[in-house]
């Protein structure tokens, strides 16, 4: 099963881990970018986290600034690659920074946190609770179509859906959409779970966006539709 399998069994990192390219070089990674979304009790996002290390700058730094960024600017986006942290622990050791360290300790360089609107969860009628993961960017054609078959997609139905899935874990249903939003210049994957357990739904949400971000995007947050 390939480390980007939404079925794989590995056990996935509380963090997103990022290569820091400069700009027209994204093969020559100069740092690392790690960050965390915060979760309320239904999995929605209330922070994004995010740490920096680059050694010319002097070590860890933080800024909201340059989170909100990623999010806003294609330029600064396409600094980033994807990564696990199995290949950030490579490239910090090969650029001098030694052992990473532990997701506890790196927590500890986030200072400059990004909040997330919060509200409650928004009513949309009958049906389950939809949980909507965000993702800033764009895929062509060639990534559209490697994403589609690592989330195991079928061909789906609805305004700017690029397709549907479907698990089922012992007695609970999970589906998930791929959708166009944002007037086609953002992406998001619709989740639900049938019987809606947050407990339950949090590994596979976290798989989920891990696969979408390995393949070009980059989270911008998680809501809940109940």
Known sequence: MSATSVTSSAVTSAFDYYLL?????PIAPLGLLVEEFVLAG?????????????????GWWSSAAFTRAVRADADVRARLRAVTRADAEEVYLR????????????????????SLATAAPLRLGGGPPVWRVLFAGDLD????????????????TGPGVAGSGRLRVDDTTFRWDLRRVAGGVAWCL????????????????????DVVRRHGLVPATIECFA
């Open 190 to 209: 619709d989740v639900t779970a049938e019987p809606a357990q947050p407990d339950a739904l949090r590994p596979l949400l976290r798989r989920l966006t």
């Open 21 to 25: 390219c400069p700009a027209g070089a």
């Open 42 to 58: 239904d999995l929605s996002a209330t922070r994004l986290r995010t740490a920096g290390w680059t050694p010319a700058d002097g």
């Open 95 to 114: 650029l001098g920074g030694g052992t990473l360290p532990g997701e506890d300790v790196l927590r500890g360089h986030f200072r400059d946190d990004v």
């Open 141 to 156: 054609n060639g990534r559209l179509a490697g994403l589609r078959t690592a989330l195991r997609l079928s061909d789906g």
